[in-house]
């Protein structure tokens, strides 16, 4: 069974960084691209970013490109997120999510296993 267990949310202001983790198992991490999602209240989830199984490929959503950054180390099968110029519209729950596979052709689809979600609060 594949377990993705999110950590690193809190509460931080405006301008500032927080860097989300996320533990994966079950299943031989380094083959598999990895993805994080957020879903604010009262939205639908939505794609943040992505990481192909190499690392070296990524995509970003428009509203995070040059403030966050997704990368992986496959040696300790954990994805990360680096957060930084925080906003407040970036308040959300954010969910680690694992493809079915090493890469994808479109970031929003193709996700097989989510994690349970680490919320992240920017307060102005």
């Known amino acids: 069974q594949v377990q993705l267990v999110e950590s690193g949310g809190g509460l931080v202001q405006t301008g500032g960084s927080l860097r989300l983790s996320c533990a994966a198992s079950?299943?031989?991490?380094?083959?598999?691209?990895m993805g994080w999602f957020r879903q604010a209240p009262g939205k639908e989830r939505e794609f943040v970013a992505a990481i192909r199984w190499s690392g070296r490929s990524t995509d970003y959503a428009d509203s995070v490109k040059g403030r966050f950054t997704i990368s992986r180390d496959n040696a300790k099968n954990t994805v990360y997120l680096q957060m930084n110029s925080l906003k407040a519209e970036d308040t959300a729950f954010y969910y680690c999510?694992?493809?079915?596979?090493?890469?994808?052709?479109?970031?929003?689809?193709?996700?097989?296993?989510w994690g349970k979600g680490t919320l992240v609060t920017v307060s102005s």
């Open positions: 079950g299943r031989t991490f380094s083959g598999y691209a």
């Open positions: 999510a694992g493809y079915s596979s090493g890469s994808y052709t479109d970031p929003r689809r193709g996700m097989a296993y």
